[in-house]
């Protein structure tokens, strides 16, 4: 009975991931232009035409209508795409490494990364709307797995928001700009309620790491990175995140 649980779990969300990438891709284009994403229909964005349901089915529209608008023709982007995908491909990874109803909060866990990550890539943001429900979700799972781990994983959300706040205060204090943002501190937050004490400084040795790689093929290809340049932290995050979820830290709890 529980396999069968199991395998039920893991069809419902395989078959919900391409479309919950397609709204992930939604929320990653209006969110940082704080459009509506309730109210507001589905349109083009070169010619604003309403879309038909015919043209929001998830991976098949896009490749039917070899990625261009059907009214104008102009190419739709490879985001939604993408998404779509990359939703599809969380809940394989996750299914590996998980099962049942822990497989359905991974896979939450895991779009909701997905849409930090490609939206602070693309516009230097992190919406409160993802990062903040994030926190007590995080809490939540951490009590339904171990309710004795829910005191470290509320502290260590505090301190990972209190810690990078005031490193970004001191950081602006010291150069006079802004060096972290806001966003930042409300992820590791929810980082902190996924991770725990332990998960977090692993996550953020990923995020360096990652961060460091970003840069050096930067300056492989001639464009190396200037001293004002902005780097996605946050995507950075998203990444190591993940991977402490699903793998665990480098040194674990003992």
């Known amino acids: 009975m529980g396999a069968d649980l199991s395998g039920a779990q893991l069809l419902i969300a395989l078959s919900l991931s391409p479309f919950v990438g397609s709204f992930l891709a939604v929320l990653t284009t209006r969110l940082p232009l704080r459009q509506s994403i309730v109210w507001s229909r ?34 739709i982007g490879y985001l939604p795409v993408a998404m779509e995908l990359s939703a599809f491909v969380v809940v394989v990874w996750a299914a590996a490494e998980t099962a049942g109803w822990i497989l359905i909060a991974s896979s939450i866990f895991g779009w909701a990364l997905l849409c930090l990550a490609f939206t602070d890539a693309r516009s ?52 006079g700009r802004a060096g972290l943002g806001m966003g930042d501190a409300k992820l590791l937050a929810a980082l902190g309620a996924w991770l725990g004490p332990f998960g977090v400084p692993t996550a953020i040795l990923f995020a360096a790491a990652l961060g460091l790689a970003f840069a050096l093929y930067r300056s492989l290809a001639g464009r190396p990175l200037a001293l004002s340049d902005k780097l996605p932290l946050g995507t950075f995050l998203a990444v ?13 709890a003992a």
């Open 42 to 75: 589905s349109r083009c964005d070169s010619c604003g035409h309403r879309l038909a349901v015919a043209d929001l089915i998830p991976v098949v529209s896009w490749l039917c209508l070899r990625g261009r608008c059907r009214y104008c023709r102009q190419p």
């Open 124 to 175: 230097l943001l992190l919406p409160d709307e993802i990062t903040l429900p994030l926190i007590p979700v995080g809490l939540w799972v951490t009590y339904r797995i171990d309710p004795t781990m829910l005191g470290a994983h509320v502290f260590a959300a505090l301190i990972c928001f209190c810690g990078l706040v005031a490193l970004a205060w001191t950081y602006r204090r010291l150069r």
């Open 240 to 252: 190591g995140g993940w991977l402490v979820w699903l793998y665990g830290p480098l040194v674990p």
